[in-house]
């Protein structure tokens, strides 16, 4: 008798092109994901927490618009009716729903993490959900590390970068008129403004401040929204860069890929990314970053080659961003070598590549 065609459930918390890094984390799972299955003949169905706008065209696939429960059922459905014994999740929120299963109904389940969501001890179905899993991934070693310094015992997980495609945006309209305020050679960040404050936005604005005397043509181009923007842009204000501190708000992709490559340096001080994919968009572009010490950055950023790491503070920053405008030789060519970083160690394939073992791994026979 001929064996019975694997399939492989993908169980998501939001793919939209609006979610953030970790959306496009998932999209980037996703489609390795799909390239592993097509070549070993395994049937792939998405589940996401998102709307049904997010399911790609030619996926098998739902999508329960933020109800949990019901994504819940259509995965015990998929698991216990339909043969869906190995399984995908692209957030530990959603693997809880193997978590809160007695032990004996797990599934055969690999669990890709990022952050913030395990930064802090974890009780309950998400401590089960990640002892749980056959594989655990993380987006960064940084990752793995805080998460051990939260949760002593956890089990092994495995760290395995993200990655980003080809600047495919070219042709695209673009907001020509934002474009004509921002000019070149300016300063970026891009990232949401939340009450949280570890991206480092206020730190650039005084930074900015200190910067402006000598140099009367530089701005800051603060690409993002969220609900800190309106304190941040008093603080621009008070600190008198509020003619020099563009805030753009959201913007499109393809007007975003423009402001990158228009940009002189990409900073982002942050101390709460698990990866950064924004550090990656600013290599492919040909940019140097700026970003911080001991963060996940350290381990996308070399310092001296492909930009600067600096401790925390508006001083240190300030003295980074300063070599870099006086220097415009040397930092085009640390633009360069990030481009190359970026080409030899973060690309799709790269990432599939290195996920491939542990889809191999997920799809054996056997219990977990």
């Known amino acids: 008798m001929k064996p019975l065609r694997k399939r492989l459930l993908f169980v998501s918390v939001g793919l939209s092109p609006h979610g953030g890094g970790i959306a496009t984390a998932g999209r980037l799972l996703l489609r390795a994901v799909r390239d592993f299955a097509e070549e070993r003949d ?15 065209h030619g996926v098998d696939g739902q999508a ?26 692209d957030f530990l929120g959603v693997a809880r729903i193997q978590g809160i299963l007695p032990r004996a109904f797990v599934a055969r389940y690999l669990l890709y993490v990022y952050g913030i969501e395990v930064w802090r001890p974890l009780a309950g179905a998400r401590r089960r959900a990640l002892a749980a899993a056959t594989v655990r991934l993380a ?3 940084h990752t793995v590390e805080r998460l051990r310094a939260h949760n002593p015992r956890a089990p092994v997980v495995t760290p395995l970068h993200l990655a980003m495609s080809a600047d495919g945006d070219g042709g695209h309209p673009v907001d020509e008129a934002l474009l004509a305020r921002l000019g070149e050679g300016f300063v970026l960040i891009v990232g949401r403004m939340q009450g949280d404050r570890y991206k480092g936005h206020e730190d650039l604005l005084a930074a900015l401040a200190q910067l402006a005397p000598a140099h009367p043509g530089l701005r800051l181009a603060i690409v993002g929204e969220g609900h800190d923007r309106a304190r941040l842009e008093a603080r621009a204000r008070e600190l008198g860069v509020a003619e020099r501190a563009i805030f753009t708000g959201f913007v499109d992709a ?46 996308i950023v070399v310092d001296g080659v492909t ?23 040397a930092t085009a060519a640390l633009g360069a070598a990030g481009r190359e970083r970026w080409h030899h160690a973060f690309r799709p394939e790269l990432f599939a590549h290195g996920l491939r073992p542990h889809l ?9």
């Open 42 to 56: 395994v049937e792939v169905r998405l589940l996401t927490l998102g709307g049904s706008d997010e399911v790609p």
């Open 64 to 89: 329960f618009d933020g109800d949990r429960r019901a994504l819940a059922r259509a995965v015990w459905r998929a698991q216990f009716g339909e043969g869906f014994r190995h399984q995908v999740y």
């Open 139 to 141: 987006c960064s070693a």
């Open 254 to 299: 393809a007007t975003l890929s423009a402001i990158y490559r228009r940009c002189g340096v990409f900073a982002m001080p942050s101390e709460g990314e698990g990866f950064g994919l924004v550090y990656l968009e600013a290599m492919r572009a040909g940019k140097p970053c700026v970003a911080l010490l001991g963060s996940a950055a350290a381990e």
């Open 307 to 329: 930009g600067r790491l600096v401790t925390p503070g508006a001083e240190p920053l300030k003295q980074a961003l300063c070599e870099l405008l006086h220097d415009p030789a």
């Open 360 to 368: 191999e791994t997920l799809v054996a026979e056997g219990r977990p």
